[in-house]
């Protein structure tokens, strides 16, 4: 009777977790970043600004900074399950010495641990060394915002979005831009030091990864600018974490988020437009760069 009863009691309790887990929403909103940070962590030279911003790199050469959310997200209801829908989105602004260089990019990513300390720095954008680079146990999804061309990852060109799984070598990418109302493709450069707000949404259903990118201020565009059809089920643990990278090389450069929301089973809050605006103020003129 005992053993019935405990064998009841333990199968109630794990229905229960999984009900739980299976209607669990999770979502966090900054309109800006201001110490001490509230379940932020950062490492390498990533600072935050006495004006709320995330500043992953300094003008600092061949160094790299990260900054995740400290709590670890879950992604999936067991270690084997179907990971759920989630979407981000962040406002981020490229500074560099030179209006037409910069010495390497940045990138929202999920990774197993908040802290990336064998990332190397310029093309591997803080993610990855030349040792684990491409390799299936990373458990890496990453979107970056490239500003150089590496023939090794066989880039585009050095102003491009794409979308990493285990490696930088991205399984799908495009030239930096967003479609307009009328269909037409507008430019946009990454180092410019404009705002740009980009959009990253993932269909646990039917497995489709839509990355999207606009000036900041205006509407998320209706035509995504990056899209594959990939089950990131094998890619995502049950449990990961949520951050941005960044990395610095030959070329003076500043990498800055100005605001960023993400959530689980739906899509991320809209971002408070006048607060993320007035936080960059005061980023507005070009920087003084010092070696």
């Known amino acids: 009777m005992f053993f019935k009863l405990f064998t009841l009691f333990f199968f109630l309790s794990f229905f229960w977790q999984c009900l739980m887990s299976s209607s669990q929403i999770l979502d966090f909103t900054y309109n800006g970043f201001h110490a001490p940070l509230n379940n932020i962590s950062i490492q390498g030279i990533t600072t935050v600004t006495p004006n709320g911003l995330l500043k992953l790199t300094n003008t600092t050469m061949q160094r790299t900074g990260h900054a995740f959310y400290t709590n670890p997200i879950r992604f999936k209801d067991s270690p084997n399950g179907t990971v759920f829908s989630f979407s981000t989105t962040f406002v981020f602004a ?6 037409i260089l910069s010495s390497s990019g940045m990138a929202f990513v999920v990774s197993p641990s908040p802290r990336l300390p064998f990332g190397s720095p310029v093309q591997f954008l803080g993610l990855f060394n030349v ?16 500003t150089i061309m590496s023939i090794e990852f066989n880039d585009m060109n050095n102003n491009h979005v794409g979308i990493d799984i285990n490696s930088l070598e991205s399984v799908k990418s495009s030239s930096a831009g967003y479609w307009d109302e009328q269909n037409q493709f507008k430019n946009m450069t990454l180092i410019s030091r404009k705002r740009m707000q980009v959009w990253i949404d993932y269909d646990g259903r039917t497995h489709r990864i839509d990355v999207s990118m606009a000036p900041f201020n205006e509407n998320k565009p209706r035509k995504p600018l990056v899209s594959i059809v990939r089950d990131l089920s094998s890619v995502l643990l049950q449990d990961m974490f949520v951050g941005f990278s960044a990395a610095t090389g030959s070329v003076l450069s500043e990498h800055f988020v100005l605001g960023w929301s993400f959530r689980v089973k739906g899509e991320a809050l809209p971002l408070a437009e006048a607060e993320v605006a007035t936080n960059y103020r005061g980023q507005l003129t070009p920087v003084n760069f010092k070696v």
């Open 131 to 146: 040792t684990n680079h491409g390799k299936e146990t990373n458990h890496v999804f990453a979107v970056e915002l490239d």
């Open 94 to 99: 490229i500074h560099s010495e030179s209006p």
